[in-house]
């Protein structure tokens, strides 16, 4: 089973662009030289470079131990101790993961974007959620040009906890999103199932993937 992991990492006020950048050469280097690490994606707060969030994807425990012993994990994990004022990890269960063909790479300053969510599912609507989101992620990646990829998980000690990751071409692709039918659908079909719902507009930094994975659970 994939692995996929959440940070919320806060660098010190001196240190955003260094941040960015050791950042950078880690997903780059990973996603050229390590099979196994799928996708990894690393966006900041549009009001505030120094808050960042990081979502990355392995294909198993196997990967990701082969890339935490990596050259460049290791760069940035000696960064972290003194260049980070803030770190959260939420452990996460994958439910589907999907992407465009082809691999993606995208550098800090390019047009791509980020929208992070939090959704908290009602009690017993699990089912009727997971149906009416995965047919909108499906329908949205398979018919989307600027959709490039989206990624689901669950809290992996409270299923009613859903994070969603999605990548779009541009804020255009996204607002264009938004308008489709299908994305329309989801929204009716689970306005009475959601108590919680939070949505987090995020600038793009580093975003690359394998491309092509479609894994669901």
Known sequence: MPITRLFRLVSDEGQ??????????????????????LSM???HLADDPCVNYVFEIYRD?????????????????????????????????????????????????????????RLVVSEGHGAAFREAVFANMRASV?????????YASTLADDASVWYFWEVY???????????????????AATAGLVTAKELTPLVADTLVNQGGLDWQA
């Not at 101790?81 to 550098?107: F, N």
């Not at 398979?142 to 989206?150: K, P, Q, R």
């Not at 071409?169 to 308008?179: F, G, L, N, T, V």
């Open 16 to 37: 955003c662009d260094r941040f960015a950048s050791i950042g950078a050469h880690n997903l780059l280097t990973s996603i050229d030289v390590e099979p196994g690490t």
């Open 41 to 43: 994606s690393a966006a």
């Open 142 to 150: 398979a018919t989307e040009e600027g959709v490039l990829a989206m």
């Open 169 to 187: 071409a541009s804020e255009e692709a996204y607002a264009a999103h938004r308008e489709t039918d299908h994305f329309k659908a989801y929204i």
């Open 61 to 117: 425990e196997a990967a990701y131990e082969v890339h935490a012993a990596s050259g460049q994990f290791l760069a940035f994990a000696d960064f972290a101790r003194t260049g980070l004022t803030d770190r959260a990890v939420y452990t996460c269960a994958p439910e589907l993961l999907l992407e465009k063909e082809g691999g993606l790479k995208v550098r800090r300053g390019e047009t791509a974007c980020v929208r992070m969510a």
